[in-house]
């Protein structure tokens, strides 16, 4: 069998603002991208352009999940606890 579409290619950025610690969900958003790319069977790839930000993708269907990975999160690395690394500001403690 012989490929005989070309291979495509679709990049936008999504830009989010948090007022600090926060989850956000942000599926809606990403769909929207895919189905405005046209493209119908491919990979689509979510990076982050800030070291201090982090990407999780977790189910949504029990609102507690996402409690409980707060609580964790909070309690492996505290606020406000002595971090000897500083240099880059408050943003990545």
Request: aromatic content about 4%; glycine content about 6%.
């Amino acid at each position: 069998m012989t490929a005989t579409t070309a291979t495509r290619h679709h990049q936008q950025v999504l830009t989010l603002r948090s007022q600090g610690k926060s989850l956000q969900r942000f599926t809606a958003e990403v769909n929207q991208v895919v189905r405005a790319s046209g493209v119908e069977t491919g990979l689509c790839t979510v990076f982050l352009r800030h070291t201090s930000a982090s990407l999780i993708i977790q189910e949504n269907a029990d609102p507690d999940v996402l409690v409980d990975l707060e609580n964790f999160l909070a309690k492996l690395v505290p606020e406000g606890n002595h971090y000897i690394h500083s240099t880059e500001g408050p943003d990545d403690m």
